[in-house]
């Protein structure tokens, strides 16, 4: 046991459990907005934790199969994804966001994730109404790999066509 396993925290206490982040920032996402999500995530930045959603999470709820939990479907806005757009170029370090399925795999590894991939997350999570995706498909190792590129490309494509159907 390390001394960073105290900020683990239990299901008998108030305040969620297993949200890993270790940096003093334990994430609401009743009052935080996607931006301010993401703006948190970028300055906490920490390599050593990640953020693992779960049903002590403020915010959350079961995906509509009951498997995991997600966001709530309503809490990424239209309004939100110009923002997350222009974020999606940013290359700086930031702290990950998993799934309880993808950090028991991932969370040895200590993967470092971007602002841009992580705002391709939230944007995805929109689309999808689902975040966090089940398993993250970038790492900040793939920022310049041809998918990643190509699958920012075709984010930035799907929003001009959905704001101009909108």
């Known amino acids: 046991m390390t001394s960073n396993d105290s900020a683990v925290k239990t299901k008998e206490q108030s305040e969620p459990r297993f ?18 999500y993401l703006e948190m995530l ?7 934790y990640f ?6 999470f ?11 939990v997600t966001a709530k479907e309503d809490w990424i806005k239209p309004e ?7 974020s999606l170029q940013s290359n700086e370090l930031t702290t ?8 028991i795999s991932l969370a040895k590894y200590k993967p470092r994730t971007t602002v841009g991939i992580e705002a391709l997350q939230l944007i995805e999570g929109f689309r999808d109404k689902r975040y966090p995706t089940p398993y993250p498909a970038f790492t900040a190792k793939d920022s310049l790999r041809e998918s990643y590129i ?17």
């Open 51 to 56: 953020i693992m959603f779960n049903d002590g």
């Open 150 to 166: 190509e699958r920012k490309h075709e984010i930035v494509r799907w929003w001009s066509e959905y704001e101009g159907g909108a």
């Open 19 to 36: 949200i890993h982040t270790g940096c003093g920032w334990t994430p609401d996402l009743n009052r935080e907005s996607p931006i301010e």
């Open 58 to 68: 403020p915010g959350v709820e079961y995906d509509s199969l009951g498997r995991w």
């Open 42 to 48: 970028k300055l906490t930045n920490c390599d050593a």
């Open 96 to 103: 990950p966001v998993y799934t309880i399925s993808a950090s």
């Open 80 to 86: 939100h994804i110009q923002a997350l757009i222009n």
